[in-house]
Each structure stands twice: as structure tokens, then as C-alpha cells.
């Protein structure tokens, strides 16, 4: 593998621009810890779900239409279930609504389904939600992220669930006809892990079949690495998963994300660690693996994705960071002026001094005027779950 260090000095980065105007969605609870968003109404308009880790409920907020998206958006409480260190939607029974599915670490070491009510017009009252636990996850793992993916090809949507510490595994739900006997639900699990921080659902090898990409930031097998999906038959046999390493074995990596950064055609992965923004190029040959030191006067990184920031034609790096205290920013962009290959990038503020402990950055065009803005949310300083206000605005 070939490695290109960016070394940048600080005397290289020029620190530009003032915060992006923060719109909150709920900081009513606490320790919210991820945004999932789906269209669970059907309005074309992306909807919400988060766990509040230390607050012990899952919430699920509806987009309230581009005029009010400034407000604090409609909220029900889906569920109330202890350290939920994720929630994503699922419809698993295929009654048309949309449940969510929440992963929980601590104490807990369980999964659990949160059953949506199948009228509408039930969707933000509390009571109208059902809450059941997982026995095949029942005090199995410390569960951390779960991806909604048809693996067998029978019945409905099955998941792909994963965990860290003791036992820590990358596995799969199967799901039965009928979903609503999560008593048949079955574990099979694919890999050992450490610590799980991203699945995501991608065609990795350009067959049009859909693969899963993992980032794993702890133990002995970290790093990054995708499971060649084996088609529907023997699914079950972990063996017929065929593992390939992009990189990051030597790294404590967190979030990852997928994205064109150099424009060239080709699927690239954004990944971060404490002190670095790392991108993996796809060549032919395999990855190269290019090193952005992030700039001081941030936090340790978090999560990094790829978007046209400015919409000047190229594609920018939006990061967020943890450990963000006293006056270090919690969340930045950066730019580059006539290569991603510069050794020197431009960075640019996005979330000022508040915030300590920041999440994936999900980027969304939240208000509808044509540039992407940025969901998140924060768990130390309580901001809750928000977004921040592209200024950048479509021509």
C-alpha cells in the first residue's frame, strides 16, 4: 500500500470564517447519541431517529417541512430502554410503517424493536408505540450500530448488528416471516471485534450487488474492511463472507464515509482517527492511503464525510470531533485550492467553542435551498440533536 503524508505545519492552515447558525431539533434529554434518518411519512422530507443514552428513551422527529425546519421539530418517544447507543428505522413486519431499531450498550447488552403504529395519525403519540425485546441479542453484547439489509432473500429486511468489548462480533438478524415473532429471530455472526463504529450497505466491487463496509477501532483485527456479500445461498456459513482490508489496522479509527473526493469516478473512503482525516483512494491496484493532519484548535476526530461545501465544483471534507473542551471547536470543513493532493488545505468553522462531544456528521439538505447542510448531535454539553445552516446558498 502506498502512504502519502500530508504533513502540514500549523503555520500551513489558515483559519477562516465565522460559525454556521446551530438550529436545534430537541436538547429536552441526555446524551444523544447518533441521528438515522429515513422518509417515515412519506413526505419526501427525512425524519429522525436517536437514542438518548444517558436520558434511557429512543425519540423519532418528523421533518416539519422546510418553512419550520428553524424550529424544534414534532418528537414521540419511542421507546425507553437504557444506554441506546443507536436507533435506525426499519419497517421489519412490512405493514408500511416504519419501526425503529435500537442498540444498546452499558448494562443493557440487548436490541430492541420499537414497533410503529400502523395509522398515521398515532405516529407522534407515545403510547401508540410498542417496545419489545431481542431475545437473540438478550444480554449477548455490547451493541453499538445496526444496518437494515435483505441478506437471505426471503421474507422481509433482516439486520446486520454489531458490538464491541467482550464478545464484540459483526453478525446478522435473520428474520422470519413473521417479524412480529421475535422469539424465532436468529443470531449468526460473521466476525470478531473489537469495537464497531460504521456498517454501511455499498457496492464495493462494482458487481451491483451490495457489500458491507466496516470500521472497527479496536483489538486485534481493527481497521477498515468490507464483507463480500456471498449472494443468498449459505449466507448463514460466515466462511462465505470473504473479508478484503482497505487499511487502518495501525490506527484507532472511528466513522467512516464513502465519497468521490478527487472527483474521478471512482468510490473513495473518508475515515478519521484522533489526530487525522485519512482517505483511502480506490485504485485498480487496491488503496492508497493518504494522511490530512486535522488543524489545531479542534478536538479529536470523530467523523468525516465528502460533500461540495461552497458549491464551487469540488468536493470538500466536513469533520466533527470529541473532546472539544474549553475553546477547541467540536466541528470544521476543509478546502483544497488545486488538488486534494495540496499539502496545504484551508480550514473553515462550522461549530465554534460549545459542544464537547460531537457525532457522525450526516449531511442533508435540511431546508431545501440547494446546499447541503449538517445534521449531528452532542452528548457532553447537552446540545441535543440539531443542524447546522449551510451558509452557502445555491445560485
Not at 447488552?109 to 420499537?114: I, T, Y
Not at 450497505?201 to 456479500?229: A, H, T
Not at 470529541?322 to 462550522?350: C, R, V
Request: hydrophobic share 35%; proline share 4%.
Amino acid at each position: 500500500m502506498k502512504t502519502l503524508l500530508l504533513i502540514l505545519s500549523s503555520s500551513l492552515w489558515i483559519h477562516a470564517g465565522q460559525p454556521w447558525l446551530q438550529h436545534t431539533i430537541d436538547s429536552s434529554s441526555k446524551g444523544a447519541d447518533g441521528v438515522r434518518l429515513a422518509d417515515a411519512n412519506g413526505d419526501g422530507l427525512m425524519d429522525i431517529a436517536t437514542g438518548w443514552e444517558e436520558g434511557g428513551i429512543v425519540r423519532a422527529y418528523l421533518h416539519p417541512g422546510v418553512a419550520n425546519a428553524k424550529q424544534k421539530w414534532p418528537a414521540v418517544t419511542v421507546g425507553k430502554v437504557r444506554s441506546a447507543e443507536d436507533a435506525v428505522w426499519a419497517d421489519l413486519d412490512a405493514d408500511g410503517a416504519i419501526d425503529v431499531i435500537s442498540s444498546c450498550e452499558g448494562g443493557t447488552k440487548s436490541m430492541f424493536v420499537h414497533w410503529a403504529p400502523k395509522e398515521p395519525k398515532s405516529f407522534l403519540t407515545d403510547s401508540a408505540w410498542t417496545t419489545v425485546l431481542i431475545p437473540a441479542t438478550a444480554k449477548k453484547q455490547a451493541w453499538m450500530y445496526a444496518l437494515p439489509f435483505q441478506i437471505d432473500g426471503r421474507n422481509g429486511v433482516d439486520l446486520v448488528v454489531s458490538s464491541k468489548g467482550k464478545n464484540g462480533s459483526v453478525g446478522w438478524l435473520e428474520l422470519p416471516k413473521d417479524a412480529r415473532s421475535v422469539t424465532d429471530w436468529k443470531y449468526h455472526k460473521l466476525q470478531e471485534a473489537g469495537w464497531i463504529m460504521s456498517l454501511i450497505s455499498v457496492d464495493m466491487n462494482q458487481n451491483g450487488i451490495k457489500d458491507i463496509l466496516v470500521s472497527d477501532r479496536k483489538g486485534s483485527k481493527r481497521g477498515i474492511y468490507w464483507l463480500e456479500y456471498p449472494g443468498t445461498k449459505g449466507v448463514e456459513d460466515s466462511g462465505k463472507w470473504k473479508r478484503h482490508n482497505v487499511g487502518g489496522h495501525d490506527r484507532e479509527i472511528k466513522f467512516i464515509s464513502t465519497g468521490d473526493l478527487d472527483q474521478d469516478g471512482t468510490n473513495d473512503i473518508i475515515a478519521i482517527d484522533k489526530t487525522s482525516v485519512i482517505w483511502y483512494r480506490s485504485l485498480k491496484s487496491g488503496w492508497s492511503e493518504h494522511v490530512i493532519p486535522l488543524p489545531k484548535g479542534v478536538g479529536g476526530g470523530k467523523s468525516a464525510v465528502i460533500f461540495d461545501v461552497d458549491l464551487d465544483g469540488k468536493n470538500d471534507i466536513v469533520f466533527s470531533c470529541e473532546g472539544a473542551t474549553g475553546t477547541l471547536s467540536g466541528m470544521q470543513w476543509l478546502s483544497w485550492k488545486d488538488s486534494p493532493f495540496d499539502k496545504e488545505w484551508q480550514n473553515h468553522e462550522i461549530a465554534g467553542e460549545p459542544g464537547v462531544k460531537y457525532d457522525q456528521v450526516i449531511p442533508c439538505d435540511v431546508d431545501g435551498d440547494g446546499d447541503l447542510d449538517v445534521y449531528c448531535c452532542e452528548e457532553r454539553d447537552q446540545l441535543g440533536v440539531f443542524w447546522y445552516e449551510n451558509p452557502f446558498k445555491k445560485k
